[in-house]
């Protein structure tokens, strides 16, 4: 297979109140598809969010925006654009990273989270010296990360639900 040079056409779920960025690297070829982020059915991030804030596993794309919204967490990639076979992050070439700006500069973000190592390594790469922030890396979604049952991901991503709680008590 070729790779494909994409734009990412999904526009970032924040407003003001958002305390939390998570960011993906890239939209995978379902997601694309769908039109909204995390839209391949074995990836396991809205299951992981749902448990994490005890909530129903939102379906429909404005039932999972109003759930990010709800609980404070705004959602994007690290990448705009870049050179792709398919949903491969290891085939990922000429990056063009996302304007962060637009979401730090009008939601009070505390934390920023990455899902998964290829995410971490693209911000710390294009997003973090323009940002000055730092971000913590959680264990992907991915089906392709089987090694962690959807009962370890919760645990490691309720540090998500610690940050949103924290600014609810302020």
Sequence with gaps: MEA????HTIAPVFDPDSRVLILGSFPSVKSREAGFFYGHPQ????????AVFEEEVPKTIPEKKAFLLRNHVAAWDVIRSCDIVGSSDASIRKVVANDLGI???TAKIRQIFVNGKTAE?????????KTGRDCICLPSTSP??????LEKLTDAWMS?????????RR
């Design 4 to 7: 494909l040079r994409v734009t």
């Design 43 to 50: 990836n396991r991030y809205w299951k992981v969010l749902a």
């Design 144 to 149: 392709a990360n089987a090694a962690w049952s």
């Design 160 to 168: 998500v639900r610690r940050v949103c709680e924290e600014g609810e």
């Design 121 to 129: 390594k693209m911000f710390l790469k294009y997003t973090r010296e």
């Design 103 to 105: 979401i730090l500069e």
